[in-house]
Nanobody
């Protein structure tokens, strides 16, 4: 069983930055993609960014140029550097990974951007 532990969320003013981290532990064999999803209050969970084992990234248009995803293979950790944050970025950010064809999710970390 793989476990995901997220950290780095919090309250920040518009224009500020946060860095989210997500560390996978337990059975970390054959982890493929890792990434982040975002859920605003009352809305569905949507992709923010994912990164493959080879380093290829897919970043949603609304955060391109502001958010950067990166990955430390040795530590089984994925990061999301969030710059120029906007109030509309407020929500719950979930860590995600694919292993053996199955998705696994973290518990989520809250990001709140004040105007």
């Amino acid at each position: 069983q793989v476990q995901l532990v997220e950290s780095g969320g919090g309250l920040v003013q518009a224009g500020g930055s946060l860095r989210l981290s997500c560390a996978a532990s337990g059975n970390t064999f054959s982890i493929r993609r890792m990434g982040w999803y975002y859920q605003a209050p009352g809305k569905q969970r949507d992709l923010v960014a994912v990164i493959s084992r080879g380093g290829s990234t897919n970043v949603t248009d609304s955060v391109k140029g502001r958010f950067t995803i990166s990955r430390d293979h040795a530590e089984n950790t994925v990061y999301l550097q969030m710059n120029s944050l906007k109030p509309e970025d407020t929500g719950l950010y979930y860590c995600y990974l694919e292993q053996g064809g199955w998705p696994h999710w973290g518990q989520g970390t809250q990001v709140t951007v004040s105007s």
